[in-house]
């Protein structure tokens, strides 16, 4: 059993060099101490924002600065690419006909990563 995700929830990416928080626009009129999370709050920069420096070589501007860099790691800025729903999500919970996003669930990056949630935004409505 988990917790709903709301927005301002604490995000990290496994290749991310800082936290990040999770943006909830207010589509689904659900509201805890903030608006409700679905799987489909996954955009870039809309719901999920950077964070901080990308570490992963499958990332081309990582792997650009790692070459010239004569093969030293160089993180360069984050930029999530992040084109598939969150899961699993909590499929027999619906908001606004998506289901509701789970402290459990995970995000993958195109660039490899995985993207998980280390504070829901609220401890009061579990899952």
């Keep these: 059993m988990g917790f709903l995700v709301t927005g301002g929830a604490l995000l990290q990416c496994c290749f991310g060099m800082a936290p990040s928080t999770l943006m909830v626009l207010p589509t689904n009129k ?16 809309l719901n999920v924002m950077p964070f901080g420096m990308c570490t992963t070589p499958s990332n081309p501007a990582v792997a650009a600065a790692t070459a010239a860099a004569l093969g030293v790691l ?54």
Excluded at 95 to 103: K, N, V, W
Excluded at 108 to 127: D, E, P
């Design 30 to 45: 659900v509201m805890v101490t903030q608006f409700a999370a679905t799987i489909m709050d996954n955009k870039p920069f």
């Design 74 to 127: 160089t993180p360069m800025p984050c930029v999530p690419v992040t084109v598939a729903p969150w899961v699993p999500g909590k499929p027999t919970v619906l908001l606004g006909s998506f289901p509701a996003l789970t402290d459990s669930s995970i995000l993958m990056c195109m660039w490899g990563g995985v993207i998980k949630i280390n504070l829901a935004g609220q401890f009061t409505v579990q899952l």
